[in-house]
């Protein structure tokens, strides 16, 4: 009896893996295809549709169908809107330009073998994996205008103490410095990787031709590396258009809304005023926003190729 | 005597260049670490303060030099039930991970096996949207069954991390099996699926380790899922520092406290496993 069970269990194996072989290239990927549907694909249909919806959660009556018009309010009537794009635009631009150039540099600096060059990297990687939240909190405390270390070690070079995240023209920019701790360390690896793979040949042709280190760095190095550089950026400014933790744990979109980006604006339509319909169309905005800017920034790549 | 000196102004222009060399190397260490101590002070000063005590902390100018206490520590454990949230970030992240890997390295294998590039773009979309997309629907859906404040709840939420990250990884790592194995494998009566598990699977172990501590991260890092979809029972770490500081403004030591204890366990493993991590990272050029 358990000998005939045992058969026919293996044959029903032997059945599943025959079914598998029949079909390999589609059976592999379904669990995730499936899986990625369910948690990704519908919930963002989902929230296109809500987007058409005018609805307060604190409103009995649920989803009304409007149409378009929360797209037309977003980008006709909302001003607060129309700001945040502003910000995040100007947030996203500056801390993605100091980080590639400050990345660059360290990764030319890094780009050699040296007595514990394992360790530096391992400890530059440490502010890119860091739980974002608990060092937003450290730089709150470093910031803080009267006690906070920034202001004492400015002070010991001359520079005033400054308000940091309580002065509106300065949030931004302090968030900004954060951001740059945090993800220059992501250039400099993506960087590292790409310099370690240019090819020796041009170098020493060119040195031989007389050509200074200079020269090499703008006529070899740069041109040779601009596919890791678009590849830095890409993600770079994928990632800072979408910054959440944060600019919502140092400063929650203040003071005022000096602070508030696109994705904090989406948040409080949605998590704080409860207007889920309103809020599911800023976010929608907000992923054809960076939808865009990658498509353009992934051209400009095949283009500069 | 004309061969004395030719000699000795040849050893000095070799001394001379040592010299020259220990010089450059000297100040190469000084660049190396004038860059990294800014990206390191945050780090000391986060331990600093977390030894603190209270009057310490409000000491000016800054203390770089007092008697450290323990006490905040002891603070975090006493004030919230630190412990019980630690077991909740580490249950999601775990499942979440172990799902998005069991999920994804085969869909990471077929895609590197059969070209499946359409596959490896859709895959990219997560990369692209922001997580607040997800989670306005989420949160609906959720409410809706009344499952907000479930481990269940973040699990599927932190799905969307872990699983197109481990299969965009996994990709390049499956790429780099050789396909001679696997045929001759196949030839020797191995059926597919014995080829993922017994062949290609051992090989790209380097990258399911890096894979897996990376999702593992990431998921642990998480912020805004947990902010909405947890609640007392299932609230994760971030969540709970996050809270800790708006309930304890001034307790500085404290909050220090707790921050190093949620980003300790995630820089341990960084140094753990960086040398599975720097390809990883690099390869995947993907951040949570």
């Known amino acids: ?305 | 005597m004309t061969r004395m000196a030719a000699v000795a102004p040849h050893q000095q222009r070799i001394r001379s260049r040592m010299y020259q060399r220990a010089l450059s190397q000297g100040a190469f260490y000084v660049a190396v670490l004038l860059v990294i101590s800014p990206f390191m002070f945050v780090f000391f000063w986060m331990v600093l303060s977390s030894v603190k005590t209270g009057v310490d902390q409000t000491a000016w100018p800054p203390l770089f030099v007092f008697a450290p206490t323990l006490d905040n520590y002891a603070q975090v454990f006493r004030r919230v039930p630190f412990l019980a949230y630690a077991m909740n970030s580490l249950v999601v992240s775990v499942g979440a991970t172990g799902l998005g890997l069991l999920f994804g390295l085969p869909c990471a294998y077929s895609i590197a096996r059969w070209k499946q590039s359409k596959l490896a773009v859709a895959i990219l979309v997560s990369r692209i949207v922001p997580w607040i997309s997800f989670l306005i629907p989420w949160y609906l859906m959720f409410s809706l069954i009344g499952m907000i404040d479930t481990y269940l709840a973040l699990i599927v939420t932190h799905l969307i991390i872990t699983m197109p990250f481990a299969i965009w990884i996994m990709i390049s790592f499956f790429e780099d099996v050789p396909v001679e194995l696997e045929e001759a494998a196949l030839i020797d009566g191995c059926s597919r699926l014995g080829v993922f598990l017994r062949v290609a699977a051992p090989i790209a172990s380097p990258g399911i380790i890096a894979s897996a501590i990376l999702s593992l991260i990431f998921s642990w890092n998480n912020f805004i899922f947990s902010l909405i979809l947890s609640g007392d029972k299932t609230m994760t770490l971030p969540v709970t520092v996050f809270r800790f500081m708006t309930y304890e403004e001034l307790n500085w030591g404290g909050v220090t406290a707790a921050a190093v204890l949620v980003a300790l366990p995630v820089l341990l493993l960084t140094f753990v496993i960086q040398r599975y991590l720097v390809k990883g990272l690099a390869l995947g050029g993907v951040k949570g």
């Open chain 1, 1 to 305: 009896m358990t000998g005939r069970q045992g058969v026919e269990e293996r044959w029903r194996l032997q059945a599943v893996s025959t079914f598998i072989d029949a079909h390999p290239a589609l059976l592999f990927p379904a669990p995730a295809v499936i899986v990625l549907s369910a948690v990704m694909i519908l919930p963002l249909l989902y929230n296109l549709f809500m987007s058409l919806h005018e609805w307060y959660l604190t409103n009995p009556g649920g989803p009304q169908f409007i149409g378009l018009r929360n797209y037309a309010e977003i980008f006709v009537k909302d001003e607060n809107f129309r700001q945040s794009i502003w910000r995040t635009l100007y947030f996203t631009a500056l801390a993605t330009t100091i980080e590639m150039a400050l990345g660059l540099g360290i990764a030319l600096l890094l780009n050699r073998q040296f007595k514990g060059h394992q360790v530096v990297r391992t400890l530059f990687m440490l502010p890119l994996m860091a739980t974002p939240t608990a060092m937003a909190l450290m730089w709150v405390l470093m910031y803080n205008p009267t006690l906070g270390v920034l202001n004492y070690l400015l002070g010991l070079v001359g520079v005033p103490p400054q308000e940091w995240l309580s002065n509106v023209h300065l949030v931004i920019p302090s968030l900004v410095v954060v951001d740059v701790w945090q993800n220059t360390p992501f250039v400099v690896l993506v960087l590292l990787a790409g310099l370690s793979s240019l090819p020796v040949a041009p170098y020493e042709s060119a040195r031989i031709d007389g050509a200074g280190t200079w020269q090499l760095f703008w006529n070899i190095t740069l041109p040779l590396l601009r596919p890791a550089i678009m590849v830095a950026v890409l993600f770079r400014v994928i990632d800072t258009l979408k910054t959440f933790d944060t600019i919502y744990v140092m400063t929650q979109g203040g003071p005022g809304r000096a602070s508030e980006t696109i994705n904090l604006f989406a948040f409080r339509s949605g998590f704080v005023n409860l207007h889920m319909g309103y809020a599911s169309a800023v976010s929608v905005t907000l992923a054809m926003m960076v939808f865009m800017v990658s498509a353009i920034l992934i051209r400009m790549r095949r283009l500069a190729e």
